[in-house]
T-cell receptor, first 114, second 114 residues
Framework: AQSVTQLGSHVSVSEGALVLLRCNYSSSVPPYLFWYVQYPNQGLQLLLKYTSAATLVKGINGFEAEFKKSETSFHLTKPSAHMSDAAEYFCAVSESQGAQKLVFGQGTRLTINP | GAGVSQTPSNKVTEKGKYVELRCDPISGHTALYWYRQSLGQGPEFLIYFQGTGAADDSGLPNDRFFAVRPEGSVSTLKIQRTERGDSAVYLC????????????FGPGTRLTVL
């Protein structure tokens, strides 16, 4: 069975500082990995996804994530935080073979301090 | 173009009642998913349709939950004899196909069972 662990349910950074949101997964088969963002009162929006091509994936709004198989990690980063980045972020995994469903982590709420 | 839409946006019902939640996927998307998001948690998979058939219903919690997609487009999630524990946001997503195709999420239906 697949699972996702997001370390830190709340992360707070200053505007302009590095954003690092952690995600570790377990999967018995090669995974597809996703980061979604949920702004207040809005639906989930895809930030980026890994599907076994390049291990460093660039997404929207300056975010990127690196797939590290040896560490079973897919951490999300952004060099310089903006106030508009305040939201809830979800990491998700699906199997590259068979099952199509996404298994989500519990989410990390990102707060940006002025 | 139009995204995934869900109706109603909010539904309040009494314990023991029957409810129906509707999802209109993006036109042309063959895959449709239902997830449930409880407060402070990530979305949890319920059921996945490929066309008209339920390809994976392993996430339905019990036989009070049922979903249909009779013409391969609109889907309805049906909950019988609602319980207070069913209170959550019910999310619908659609994708062009399965696999690594991006799942586009609707805004959700917030169900409250009194």
């Amino acid at each position: 069975a697949q699972s996702v662990t997001q370390l830190g349910s709340h992360v707070s950074v200053s505007e302009g500082a590095l954003v690092l949101l952690r995600c570790n997964y377990s999967s018995s088969v090669p995974p597809y990995l996703f980061w979604y963002v949920q702004y207040p009162n809005q639906g989930l929006q895809l930030l980026l996804k890994y599907t076994s091509a390049a291990t460093l994936v660039k997404g929207i709004n300056g975010f990127e994530a690196e797939f590290k198989k040896s560490e079973t990690s897919f951490h999300l980063t952004k060099p310089s935080a903006h106030m508009s980045d305040a939201a809830e972020y979800f990491c998700a995994v699906s199997e590259s073979q068979g099952a199509q469903k996404l298994v989500f982590g519990q989410g990390t709420r990102l707060t940006i301090n002025p | 173009g139009a995204g995934v839409s869900q109706t109603p946006s909010n539904k309040v019902t009494e314990k023991g009642k029957y409810v129906e939640l509707r999802c209109d996927p993006i036109s042309g998307h063959t895959a449709l998913y239902w997830y449930r998001q409880s407060l402070g948690q990530g979305p949890e998979f319920l059921i996945y349709f490929q066309g008209t058939g339920a390809a994976d219903d392993s996430g339905l919690p019990n036989d009070r939950f049922f979903a249909v997609r009779p013409e391969g487009s609109v889907s309805t999630l049906k909950i019988q004899r609602t319980e207070r524990g069913d209170s959550a946001v019910y999310l619908c997503a659609s994708s062009l196909g399965g696999g690594a195709d991006t799942q586009y999420f609707g805004p959700g239906t917030r169900l409250t069972v009194l």
